[in-house]
């Protein structure tokens, strides 16, 4: 499809072989009604030329800061410099692939190209997408560069697990190119969507102690909840993440709160909720809690008896801390039926007085806990039938979860 508004994109490579790849998208967007600024540094020309980029894009690639012909006097008397108009003209920069060089030149605003010095003069978004062995992308240095860049504003479009061009098998394979496309214009589209709304989230699995070492959890991981927490960031709301505290971290500066028990995310949930408009109630609360909790470590060489008690149900008190709010259930079913799901649905909201309802098959390995993708159903109080998102990451979930909600609400 194309897009009414006609985007200015600017595409950096960096010399990683992941490069070849970008070819494609550049051809993707333009067909799209994209304008394309392709910038490579020098050793990218050097691994693939210019030609193939130029006419993928229909433009010059950009790369060196001083042509032949730069004149200082002209650009003195005309008050026009090329990194800069370029930077003032495009909509979003997108560095791909993103090499540990690059990552470590940008982190740290060092500007010694026309990409980098590009990069340090945008105020649009930069989307930044690695590739690379995978010993140099857990490398600490490459760890504490990303934190770096992510704690300034920048988009990390995170590798795949595979086959590496090196032969590695590992992360740090450069996303699908589809994936990216698809970010990008997420990003374009929804950077304000949702700025003024305050949206609170809770994410991860409760630990509920047995003892001093040991605890009652699940498989939660909470990237679910990371997700959403994500995506309504990036559109512009003001987030708060109550996460627990095994779950994974979020990959922007969020505002976070960390939870371990049922207990201690109840207080936070009472505490917070009536100051938000909206909450996704994502986290994995356990069914149930020890009737005592033993002292020290359990002895391993004798048998115990413990009685679990069922858990007070968060859910069902949010709307009673905040009648205003909209609130967003999620319901964990199990190999279900479409009528199932469908009751179950419908049970949560009864219950709850939840506004929407997301439901998923936690059977399945190949989504739900603990999984990078996710396969989930969307139920409306207002009684609308069941709206499924098919398989996908769950970073574009969040983004289809927020679009539904936020287009209905």
């Excluded at 010399?15 to 993707?28: E, F, H, M, P, T």
């Excluded at 505290?245 to 505002?255: L, S, T, W």
């Excluded at 505490?271 to 994995?284: L, M």
Aim: hydrophobic share 40%; net charge positive; with cysteine.
């Amino acid at each position: 499809m194309k897009y009414m508004k006609k985007y200015h994109i600017g595409i950096g490579i960096s010399a990683g072989i992941a490069g070849y790849k970008i070819i494609d998208l550049v051809s993707r967007l333009v067909t799209k009604n994209v304008k394309i600024s392709v910038i490579m540094t020098e050793n990218a020309i050097k691994m693939f030329g210019v030609k193939m980029f130029e006419n993928a894009s229909g433009n010059p690639v950009i790369h060196d800061l001083f042509p032949p012909e730069f004149d200082y006097s002209q650009v003195l008397r005309d008050k026009k410099v090329g990194h800069i108009s370029l930077a003032d003209n495009i909509d979003l920069l997108l560095i791909a692939p993103s090499t540990a060089n690059i990552l470590a030149k940008l982190a740290h605003g060092i500007a010694d190209d026309y990409l980098t010095t590009l990069a340090l003069s945008v105020t649009c978004p930069v989307l930044i997408a690695p590739s690379m062995n995978t010993n140099m992308w857990h490398n600490s240095f490459t760890r504490s560069n990303l934190k770096l860049l992510i704690d300034k504003g920048f988009h990390l479009i995170r590798p795949d697990s595979g086959e590496l061009a090196c032969g590695y098998q590992g992360v740090g394979r450069l996303r699908n190119l589809s994936e990216i496309e698809e970010y990008i214009f997420a990003v374009l589209q929804n950077a304000k969507m949702l700025k003024g709304n305050k949206v609170l989230i809770t994410a991860g699995a409760t630990a509920e102690p047995i003892d001093e070492i040991r605890y009652i959890t699940n498989f939660a991981s909470g990237k679910m909840g990371k997700s959403i927490a994500e995506e309504a960031y990036n559109r512009g709301a003001a987030v708060l993440l109550l996460r627990a505290k095994n779950a994974v971290e979020p990959d922007k500066p969020i505002k976070q709160e960390i939870f371990s028990s049922g207990k201690e995310l109840t207080s936070l949930v009472r505490k917070y909720c009536p100051g938000h408009d909206i909450i996704f109630h994502s986290s994995a609360v356990s069914d149930f809690y020890p009737s005592r909790k033993f002292n020290g470590k359990m002895n391993s060489h004798r048998s115990f008896n413990v009685i679990l008690h069922p858990m007070d149900k968060i859910i069902t008190k949010i709307k009673k801390w905040n009648p205003q709010i909209t609130l967003v259930g999620f319901k964990a079913v199990v190999s279900p039926q479409m009528k199932k799901i469908e009751t179950a649905g419908n049970n949560l909201i009864r219950d709850s007085r939840a506004d929407y309802v997301v439901i998923n098959d936690v059977s399945r390995t190949d989504i739900g806990f603990g999984s990078d993708y996710n396969e989930v159903y969307l139920k409306s109080k207002q009684g609308t039938p069941l709206h499924k998102l098919s398989k996908n990451r769950k970073e574009i979930i969040a983004g289809k979860i927020l679009d539904y909600i936020f287009n209905n609400n």
